[in-house]
């Protein structure tokens, strides 16, 4: 089974600061879900989108072959820290196809509840 | 890298009234996302669409050149406020491909969870 | 600027039986979200398909010319009503393009959060 | 109406190990909501794919003519238990086209919330 595209782009992240602590399972995260269903390791260039300044990255990502890899934007930390509390968007290249879906854990206020959805890619007819 | 589409369309739409005061982060909001890796910018005009009445807009967005903007519909308010408490809809387009992502963040109530996704384009077989 | 699709399915829904009761906006509730660019009214049959038994329908919904309807499953009693605390999915058609979008909010607990997107439609390559 | 496709795969997935108990529409789940609006059986093997290991199953879920199931990976135990607290994925044939869409309701704190979507599928321009 080879699932897959070559090229990504998340136009929606954020990282919030706050949240619960202690637990890394429930500290608020950003996170890139790739799965990599083919029999090579699959190398990705991420690069950060960010609202008033140039992107950020290169980040270099390897999803191992036939695995998946929950990467989260908290731990990305070279070139920069990716930083917090701070709206940006991201780009992912693969030369192997990977599968890629965009979950947020935000832990912040007990009185929050949120959606997202890409947008209906529209064609003109 | 460059990425993208020229039409975009948001089924879904709603600006809650209530919710949490003060911290802006924490506001009930209404986002298209929207991530611009051209090396242009981008001038969309966006058009909402309404239950009962004819749309209103064209709203005008300007996302700078390999840039990320989390456009708020909560901050259009020309040529007209858009409607708090109200079902709406919206399509976007654009001259360069951008990416379009759709995000809510709903602070009206603890007991409150959310879900959302495109429905799945079906094609006859 | 014409928008849309003539065939969606949502593989998902569930309409809680229990949750806030009063303000209909926080009730739990169950929405396709339609959206109409056409200069005509879209006229939707809607085919409900259950777990354990043949499907219900079929409903009809019209959604008018450049309009927007967040059609809630709760409401549909004709020819017979959703049933709550039951899995179900439906099949919408439309001879004109519409735009189709998934919500739900739970309000049954406060412990609760929910995410949901469409799989990703893989090819082999 | 015919909807489907032959091939789908979720880049994310985590069963919460805590959360509510007792209520089984309330504990954490994980959910491939899958559509077969054919006049056939679907017969699917699903295999998930992990962090650090060699890939788990195959699974064997047949989802009967015209019904949809909301499939739980909490009950997938043959030829292993799906492990709790634990990053996966999952990737689903069918030789009869289905609609899959991936929900999670997770339990476990009152402050969290959370959101999801497949990325934007990306094309060099």
Redesign the interface.
């Known amino acids: 089974?080879?699932?897959?595209?070559h090229?990504?782009?998340?136009?929606?992240a954020?990282i919030?600061g706050e949240?619960?602590k202690g637990d890394p399972?429930?500290v608020s995260h950003e996170?890139?879900?790739?799965?990599n269903?083919q029999n090579a390791d699959a190398h990705l260039p991420i690069?950060i989108?960010?609202?008033?300044r140039?992107?950020a990255g290169t980040y270099h990502v390897i999803v191992p072959a036939?695995?998946?890899?929950?990467a989260r934007f908290n731990g990305l930390d070279d070139p920069e820290t990716v930083p917090r509390?701070t709206?940006?968007?991201s780009?992912?290249?693969s030369y192997h196809?990977?599968?890629?879906?965009?979950?947020?854990?935000?832990?912040?206020?007990?009185?929050?509840?949120?959606?997202?959805?890409?947008?209906?890619?529209?064609?003109?007819?």
Chains 1, 2, 3, 4 share one sequence.
């Open positions: 089974m080879m699932i897959g595209r090229l990504w782009a998340m136009a929606e954020y919030p949240g619960i399972t429930l996170t890139a879900c790739i799965l269903t690069t989108y960010l609202a008033d140039e992107s036939r695995r998946t890899m929950h509390d709206d940006f968007a780009g992912i290249k196809p990977v599968d890629v879906q965009h979950t947020r854990l935000d832990s912040r206020h007990p009185d929050m509840a949120l959606l997202s959805t890409i947008a209906f890619l529209g064609e003109c007819e």
